[in-house]
């Protein structure tokens, strides 16, 4: 709705370079927007995502080790390149 009435309040300010103003600020809100749904969730399996279940695995070995413990599990293989 922003979108759609800020050239109209920028109009009488601004006259010819209202669409050219206006777009680009459409465009650095829906950016945000695309942005804000990414960062929305960011562990998972998916390539852009944290890889949670590696990253707490390696925590997991690591304090084993730290602990003295000899059964330690081995690393997690990467699937496809990524890590799950």
């Known amino acids: ?11 009488a300010s601004l006259g010819w ?7 680009v600020i ?3 809100f829906f ?3 695309a942005l804000s749904e990414e960062l929305e969730e960011p562990f998972g399996l998916a390539a852009n ?12 070995i690591n304090l084993r080790e730290a602990l003295g413990d000899t059964d330690i599990p081995p690393d997690i293989a990467p699937i496809n390149g990524y890590l799950p």
């Not at 709705?1 to 109009?11: E, R, S, T």
């Not at 370079?17 to 777009?23: D, K, R």
């Open 26 to 28: 459409a465009y650095t």
């Open 1 to 11: 709705m922003y979108c759609i009435l800020l050239p109209f309040g920028l109009v």
């Open 49 to 60: 995502q944290l890889p949670l279940t590696a990253l707490s695995h390696t925590i997991e």
């Open 31 to 33: 950016g945000f927007d």
């Open 17 to 23: 370079a209202t669409p050219l103003i206006s777009a």
